[in-house]
Nanobody
Framework: EVQLVESGGGLVQAGGSLRLSCAAS????????IGWFRQAPGEGYEGVAC???????RYADSVKGRFTISKDGTKNMVYLQMNSLKPEDTAVYYC??????????????WGRGTQVTVSS
């Protein structure tokens, strides 16, 4: 059974940093791409970043240069380092995985999310 558990969210001032973590189990990092998504209040889901099985990364334009996705296969952990945070980054952040090595449009398994709130 695939399980994804996010942690590391919280309240931070604009310009600050947070690192989100995703503890993963039930699948292989060699076979699956993993992404971070977010949902702001009243909005739909937005893809934030993705890392493929060969460590190729992709980012939304809104976070390029500020966020970094990484993974540690020895610990089955995925991270999202978020710097220079803005109030518009406020959202629930989700970790998700897909049964494909490359990043793509659909992800079958999702965590429950962690709240990030950026104050101005």
């Amino acid at each position: 059974e695939v399980q994804l558990v996010e942690s590391g969210g919280g309240l931070v001032q604009a310009g600050g940093s947070l690192r989100l973590s995703c503890a993963a189990s039930g699948f292989s990092f060699d076979e699956n791409a993993i992404g971070w998504f977010r949902q702001a209040p009243g909005e739909g889901y937005e893809g934030v970043a993705c890392i493929s099985s060969d460590d190729t990364t992709r980012y939304a334009d809104s976070v390029k240069g500020r966020f970094t996705i990484s993974k540690d296969g020895t610990k089955n952990m995925v991270y999202l380092q978020m710097n220079s945070l803005k109030p518009e980054d406020t959202a629930v952040y989700y970790c998700a995985t897909r049964s494909a090595r490359d990043c793509g449009p659909s992800y079958e398994s999702w965590g429950r999310g962690t709240q990030v709130t950026v104050s101005s």
